[in-house]
């Protein structure tokens, strides 16, 4: 019985330390604005402030299970009261944000038939690359994990 005991102990110390879902909060440069991305293998959950969990509304939901983890970046730009986030290929599955303050677009603009990420990298845009968690442009803004 005590070694049962131990053994769901165990199991239990070990699935608490593996988080399913990962967190970012990205910040314009004055920190007054703040976007929380959390997300896991099948879904995307972008919320216009700052919370350790999924809000029962005001929340963008997007379907990402179908994008490759090395193509999985979020491009995003701070603005009056508001922001702009790309994020390539994913589908929105539910949106309860405010989009005349808010905006999501699943493709980055096209200049001469390209994607362009040039204006993600001006001042408060920044631009994460998902596949290793790792920042690939912040001008003026601030990533916390």
């Known amino acids: 019985m005590r070694k049962l005991l131990l053994f769901v ?3 239990f110390i070990f699935s608490s330390c593996f988080k399913r ?3 970012i909060y990205i ?10 991305i959390i997300w896991n293998k099948k879904f995307r959950y ?5 919370c350790d969990k ?9 379907d990402i299970s179908h994008i490759s983890l090395s193509d999985d970046y979020i491009y995003v730009c701070f603005h009056n009261k508001g922001w ?4 390539p290929s994913a589908i929105i599955a539910y949106s309860g944000i405010d989009t005349s303050q808010y905006k999501f ?8 038939k390209v994607p362009n990420q040039l204006k993600f990298t001006q001042h408060n845009c920044a631009i994460f690359g998902v596949k290793y968690m790792e920042v690939c442009s912040q001008n003026g803004t601030n990533i916390e994990f």
């Open 54 to 62: 999924i809000p029962k509304s005001k929340y963008l939901k997007l």
């Open 84 to 87: 702009k986030l790309v994020n």
């Open 21 to 23: 879902e990962k967190v």
């Open 105 to 112: 677009e699943s493709d980055l603009p096209i200049i001469d």
């Open 9 to 11: 102990f165990i199991i």
């Open 27 to 36: 910040y314009n440069d004055s920190k007054s604005e703040c976007v929380t």
């Open 46 to 50: 972008i919320i216009p402030e700052k």
